[in-house]
């Protein structure tokens, strides 16, 4: 009870004139409620911790909606399932470096936003090799840690995809292209070192085509305008990737049915001359033909009779293998087309007026600005052949004017460049379409030339990082690099360093390999079978598995082998939940916690690799 309650004369010893005992008691009790609700007020508002200052505390969040948005096609509304555009290795770096580098690396991840990166204490990376983000879902039992600790998780391409591996992809950070054509320029030395090493590669490979009874025509090289020539001007590999376009090294990306139809094909050569153009009737019923943007109408496909493979062997015919194809957002229309061209200047991406990396300018605009041209005007709907023309004139300026000419992008670092734009900047050569498809299954295995290794970056930058992982993975991707590495020779092991590390460095790399063995375990039916299979696995895990195993009779049914390989892997997995706990508990306040699962490589189903994020 208040004093100013006791001196209104409210109290409930003091018996009013006409006032009975119980209206009394009743306020009495009302009095000592909200006496009771006040104290419990204060001893909630004394209790409750105090908010930590969103300004001194880095945030994560994802992007992937807005992603999605950059890729899709405007005119189309988005569905609840639609699937989000592909993510890599790759994303993951560009987080990784974001991180650690903020002020002196400048390109920002595509699929997340990192607030007040540098209030970031350090970054711990958990590598789980062999574990899927199908195995995260299908086994939740068996991650309650990592299920309930961390707030973001997306998948990825697994890098067993294109026979890679996580370590390589994260490590192998690209060098900007004007970096490797200043070094290869500038250095008499380098340029011919250089040049030796591209015509090695060349002459290798055309023994390798001869070798398999493969004829490559010979290439007229282009005439060269004074600063670069036309091939300066191809997407590279990640551009592609990025942007949606038909990849062969891509096998474990399903997308929905596309809701546009091929209608119209019309093909241009470099003299603005049109040399293909025709109308095609797609076998699925047409709901909306958006004639305001297509310029199809219902009566102009009723005679057609051209389908989408007449279109696909007539351009085969008609084009070489080496042409290099030009468009706006061509990866709509290789879609549309179901091909797949490695030779492709995308004037979307060569002229940028926002500034923006990922905001792309609408061919209209481009051709108003440049060629002073006003197309699609007509209210009949886009004409393709005017479109094709308008992307072509703006490509033949571009090769006048030079690199830098329309694009306002060109001062940053670009996403990937490859060794295909160091190769035609310095010799002027053409290369085959062969020579650039192996080049791009194996992009992330390019030239070193074209490479800073991440940990050099960090170092550079004076910040402490330790990797610690088996001594043959170490040699492998390490040897070149002066940095603290633990090899360690069991999990358990492992752990405990990792333990140790993230309370005192800027960077920690761990990988953890109790799944190594699971595809034996799993084809593994008898006990002397699993014991064989085991027989690579840590100690611990060796001396568990067989004391359990060793029993079992030759010939047990195949039913109950399977069920005991299974909970064998979910006693790995378990274990494995808890040492990264081990890990998470030991990590320095705001630091970055990444457990990153490397996916499968299997062939008979999707294996994708995820990764799990939180501010710690």
């Not at 009743?26 to 969103?54: A, V």
């Not at 790759?90 to 987080?95: A, E, G, T, W």
Request: glycine share 4%; proline share 5%; aromatic share 6%.
């Amino acid at each position: 009870m208040t004093e100013s309650e006791m001196q209104d004369g409210s109290s409930p010893n003091k018996v009013t004139e006409g006032s009975s005992l119980s209206d009394l008691m009743g306020k009495r009790k009302q009095l000592l409620h909200k006496l009771k609700k006040q104290r419990l007020k204060e001893k909630r508002r004394l209790s409750k911790p105090e908010k930590k200052d969103t300004a001194e505390w880095p945030a994560l969040y994802l992007t992937l909606k807005e992603l999605l948005e950059q890729q899709r096609n405007k005119h189309v509304p988005i569905k609840a399932d639609e699937e989000l555009p592909p993510l890599f290795m790759l994303d993951l770096q560009h987080l990784l470096t974001f991180a650690l580098l903020p002020d002196s690396y400048k390109y920002y991840p595509r699929w997340c936003k990192l607030a007040r990166p540098r209030k970031v204490a350090s970054v711990v990376v958990i590598v789980i090799d062999q574990l899927s983000s199908n195995d995260l879902e299908e086994h939740q039992e068996c991650f309650p840690f990592m299920k309930k600790t961390f707030d973001i998780f997306t998948e990825m391409i697994s890098p067993y995809q294109y026979g890679s591996s996580v370590m390589e992809d994260v490590f192998h950070v690209p060098v900007s292209r004007a970096t490797i054509k200043s070094k290869a320029m500038n250095d008499e030395e380098g340029r011919i070192k250089l040049k030796n090493h591209i015509d090695g590669v060349h002459k290798s490979q055309l023994q390798l085509q001869q070798s398999l009874g493969i004829t490559v025509p010979d290439t007229p090289t282009p005439t060269p305008v004074p600063d670069f020539d036309r091939t300066s001007l191809l997407l590279n590999p990640m551009q592609m990737m990025q942007d949606g376009y038909p990849m062969p090294i891509v096998k474990c990306v399903s997308r929905p049915p596309r809701e546009n139809e091929l209608t119209r094909v019309s093909v241009i050569n470099e003299k603005l001359e049109t040399v293909y153009d025709t109308l095609v009737k797609p076998f699925n019923r047409i709901t909306n033909y958006l004639t305001q943007y297509s310029g199809i109408t219902k009566k102009m496909l009723v005679p057609v009779k051209t389908r989408l493979k007449d279109v696909q062997k007539h351009l085969k015919k008609l084009l070489p293998s080496d042409a290099i194809w030009v468009g706006q957002s061509l990866n709509g229309d290789l879609l549309a087309l179901k091909m797949f061209h490695p030779y492709v200047i995308d004037t979307s991406v060569i002229y940028n007026m926002s500034g923006i990396k990922w905001k792309k300018t609408g061919l209209k605009v481009l051709a108003a600005h440049f060629l002073k041209q006003d197309i699609q005007a007509g209210e009949s709907g886009h004409c393709s052949v005017e479109d094709a023309r308008a992307a072509m004139e703006l490509v033949r300026l571009k090769l006048q004017k030079g690199l830098d000419f329309g694009d306002a992008t060109r001062s940053v670092i670009d996403a990937a460049p490859s060794a295909d734009g160091v190769a035609n900047d310095v010799t002027g050569e053409v290369e085959t379409a062969t020579q650039v498809m192996d080049k791009r299954r194996l992009f992330f295995q390019q030239n070193k030339s074209c490479y800073k290794n991440f940990l050099s970056l960090i170092m550079d930058d004076k910040k402490t990082a330790t990797v610690i992982d088996k001594s043959d993975t170490l040699s492998t991707h390490l040897s070149d690099v002066s940095v603290c590495c633990s090899a360690e020779t069991s999990d358990k092991a492992r752990t405990v360093a990792a333990s140790q590390a993230v309370q005192k460095q800027d960077f920690v790399w761990v990988q953890l390999h109790a799944l190594n063995h699971r595809k034996k375990i799993e084809t593994a039916n008898t006990g002397e079978e699993k014991a064989i299979a085991e027989s690579g696995e840590e100690e611990e895990t060796a001396a568990s598995v067989g004391k359990s195993e060793i029993g079992d009779s030759a010939n047990e049914k195949e039913e109950e082998g399977e069920k005991k390989s299974e909970d064998l892997i979910k006693r790995y997995m378990k274990r494995i939940d808890k040492r990264v706990k081990r890990i998470a508990k030991n990590v320095r306040p705001k630091s970055l916690v990444c457990v990153v699962l490397s996916g499968q490589p299997s062939k008979k189903g999707i294996h994708n690799a995820g990764v799990l994020l939180n501010i710690m």
